[in-house]
């Protein structure tokens, strides 16, 4: 079953923060966030594993609510760049692979 | 290295044609995926390569997809007697887990272009 993403949309100023939850109905192996521009191919953002270990990029962070099979992902202040749809993929498997069962998206839009 | 590159990027095939793309992953990456992904959604999962082995195949899909993986290196999607419902964007990752992990855990995979099939 599809994670659930929210909020659906966001628009938000230059500058401003942006807060991204991803919810699963399954338990959680592991949770991974990539962020779609317009015609382009998905790019890896963040990875949280079960257990706390976290890898991603400096200016993201994210948090793994395991108990309860969700995620956020935290973006401070937003830039330009950061327009796009953000993805989480989860793995329940627990094979740890990256077999990804996608969520509904969430379409961010900076503006000046 | 650049990336994964896919081939094409666009393919306007006629309903009932047979078509074939092509996914050529990151060099040292020995897992290898295929997703789909139409308008507005998130990417789907359709099949799963370790090396030239295919490990899991998504129960959608159907007959008409044939994955294969010669050698553990490139790999082909062939779609047989496409539908319209078959128009989407094919997307391949891959990715290669870290020898030094005591288990193989999540890495981040990485993902072509995508190819854009439309069946009309």
């Known amino acids: 079953q599809q994670p659930v993403q929210s909020p659906q949309a966001v628009i938000l100023r230059e500058g401003e923060d942006a807060v991204i939850n991803c919810s699963s109905s399954?338990?959680?192996?592991?949770v991974h966030w990539y962020r779609q521009k317009h015609g382009e191919a998905p790019v890896f953002l963040m990875i949280?594993?079960?257990?706390?270990e976290q890898k991603g990029h400096e200016k993201i962070s994210a948090s793994f609510n395991e108990k309860k099979q969700q995620s956020s992902l935290y973006l401070t202040a937003s830039q330009l760049s950061y327009s796009g749809t953000y993805f989480c993929g989860t793995e329940t498997s627990g094979f740890g692979n990256e077999k990804l069962t996608f969520g509904t998206g969430t379409r961010l839009t900076i503006i000046p | 290295d650049t990336g994964v590159s896919q081939d094409p990027r666009h393919k306007i095939t006629k309903r009932g044609q047979n078509v074939t793309f092509r996914c050529d992953p990151i060099?040292?990456?020995?897992?290898l995926y295929w997703y789909r992904q139409t308008l507005g959604q998130g990417p789907e999962f359709l099949t799963y390569f370790q090396n030239e082995a295919q490990l899991e195949k998504s129960r959608l899909l159907s007959d008409r997809f044939s994955a294969e993986r010669p050698k553990g290196s490139f790999s082909t999607l062939e779609i047989q007697r496409t539908e319209q419902g078959d128009s989407a964007m094919y997307l391949c990752?891959?990715?290669?887990?870290?020898?030094?992990?005591?288990?193989?855990?999540?890495?981040?995979?990485?993902f072509g272009q995508g190819t854009r099939l439309t069946v009309v």
């Open positions: 990752a891959s990715s290669a887990p870290s020898p030094w992990e005591p288990m193989y855990l999540n890495t981040e995979a990485f």
């Open positions: 060099s040292e990456h020995n897992r």
């Open positions: 399954k338990a959680l192996y592991s």
């Open positions: 949280l594993l079960k257990g706390g």
